[in-house]
C-alpha cells in the first residue's frame, strides 16, 4: 500500500525568508507527485505535480519541489515566501498507470509572520 | 471556466438525523470524487464515479453512506444516520478523465458538525 507523511504538521516563518517544506512517500511501485495548497475555508489548489523527466518541478506562486527517487522524497520550496502564503500544504501520490486516487499526507501548516 | 461547486456551505445536524450534499462538476469532466478531510487530516477517499459509474467505493462506509451521479454530471452524497464521528469537510473534485496524472480540481467543500 502506499503512504504519504508530511514531516513537520506546523512551520512558523517570517516574511521573506526562504521555506522548505518535506515530503516522504512510500511505495513499491512507481508513482506520481502532487502538491496541493488549501487557504482557509476553500478547496484545494494544485501547486505543482511530477509525472517525468526533469526531477525540479516548477508550480504557480513561485514554489518549486524536486523529486529524489533514492530518498523516496518530494520537498516543496519557496525561497522568498509573503504573508499571502499562509495556508495548508498537502502533499499526494497517485499510481503511475493506475486509476485517479489521490493519497494525501497530514498536511503542514505553513505561518507566515511579519 | 466556473470551477466545482458544493452546497451547502455548511451545515449542522443532531446524530441520528440524515444530510445530503450536492456538487456540480467542471462542464465536461468525466470523473467525480468524494473526499472526507476531518480536522488534522489529509483528504481521504471516499467514492470515485467515471461518468455515472462507481470506479472505486473501498473507503465508503456503505451501512451509513451513499452517492449517486444518476446522469453523469451532479452528484450527491448522502449520510443517513450520522454519527459524531461524521463531523469533517465534504470536498468534492473532479478531472477530465480518470488517468493517475490528471489534475484534480476541487470544490470549496461542505463543512458538516454533527452534535
Known amino acids: 500500500a502506499q503512504s504519504v507523511t508530511q514531516l513537520d504538521s506546523q512551520v512558523p516563518v517570517f516574511e521573506e525568508a526562504p521555506v522548505e517544506l518535506r515530503c516522504n512517500y512510500s511505495?513499491?511501485?512507481?508513482?506520481?507527485l502532487f502538491w496541493y495548497v488549501q487557504y482557509p475555508n476553500q478547496g484545494l489548489q494544485l501547486l505543482l505535480k511530477y509525472l517525468s523527466g526533469s526531477t525540479l518541478v516548477k508550480g504557480i506562486n513561485g514554489f518549486e519541489a524536486e523529486f529524489n527517487k533514492s530518498q523516496t522524497s518530494f520537498h516543496l520550496r519557496k525561497p522568498s515566501v509573503h504573508i499571502s502564503d499562509t495556508a495548508e500544504y498537502f502533499c499526494a501520490v497517485t499510481l503511475s498507470g493506475g486509476y485517479n486516487k489521490l493519497i494525501f499526507g497530514a498536511g503542514t501548516r505553513l505561518a507566515v509572520h511579519p | 471556466e466556473a470551477g466545482v461547486a458544493q452546497s451547502p456551505r455548511y451545515k449542522i445536524i443532531e446524530k441520528r438525523q440524515s444530510v445530503a450534499f450536492w456538487c456540480n462538476p467542471i462542464s465536461g469532466h468525466a470523473t467525480l470524487y468524494w473526499y472526507q478531510q476531518i480536522l488534522g487530516q489529509g483528504p481521504k477517499l471516499l467514492i470515485q464515479f467515471q461518468n455515472n459509474g462507481v470506479v472505486d467505493d473501498s473507503q465508503l462506509p456503505k451501512d451509513r453512506f451513499s452517492a449517486e451521479r444518476l446522469k453523469g454530471v451532479d452528484s450527491t452524497l448522502k449520510i443517513q444516520p450520522a454519527k459524531l464521528e461524521d463531523s469533517a469537510v465534504y470536498l468534492c473534485?473532479?478531472?477530465?478523465?480518470?488517468?493517475?496524472?490528471?489534475?484534480?480540481?476541487f470544490g470549496p467543500g461542505t463543512r458538516l458538525l454533527v452534535l
Open positions: 473534485a473532479s478531472s477530465h478523465g480518470r488517468d493517475s496524472q490528471e489534475t484534480q480540481y
Open positions: 511505495s513499491s511501485v512507481s508513482v506520481y
